[in-house]
């Protein structure tokens, strides 16, 4: 769902960077803008791994081996419950950011996102319980 959604946020911060002008050229020429959006697109390509060997050890059995570990399937766990969500936040914090106030307009979708964003992280444990129960699976409690 976060890749998902950062995909979303992504796609409308590149279509308003390169749609929106300022001083007779693309706002997406500035590094300002830039680098958002770069950093945007490496985390959710940091973020799909993540999922993609979540996954990829849980279906095969050769490698079902380390989540047999309580401790080890804790920790992949937790870390895909609170990396993901947070990664989203910041994601929907720099759409923001990038489009200005139409960022904060319910018409742009983008504050909704926000919105959601926020809320993802608490449920099911806020990102400060993950981070415990990975540390306590790294031996640090």
């Known amino acids: 769902m976060c890749a998902g959604m950062g995909r979303y946020l992504l796609d409308r911060m590149l279509s308003y960077a390169t749609e929106r002008e300022a001083f007779g050229e693309p ?12 950093d945007t697109a490496t985390e ?26 309580p401790a080890t399937a ?11 969500e947070d990664r989203l936040f910041d994601w929907a914090d720099r759409a923001v950011q990038v489009l200005g106030g139409y960022g904060l307009m319910r018409a742009g979708g983008v504050e909704r996102v926000f919105r959601v964003a926020r809320n993802l ?10 981070k415990r129960t990975i540390a306590k699976t790294l031996g640090l409690e």
Do not use: F
């Open 27 to 38: 706002i997406g020429h500035n590094q300002a803008v830039q680098w958002p959006i770069v």
């Open 74 to 84: 804790r920790r992949k766990l937790s870390m895909m419950k609170y990396y993901p």
């Open 121 to 130: 992280r608490i449920p099911a444990g806020s990102t400060e319980v993950q």
């Open 44 to 69: 959710l390509h940091a973020v799909r791994a993540m999922g993609t060997d979540m996954l990829a050890a849980y279906e095969a059995e050769a490698s079902l081996s380390d989540l047999d570990q």
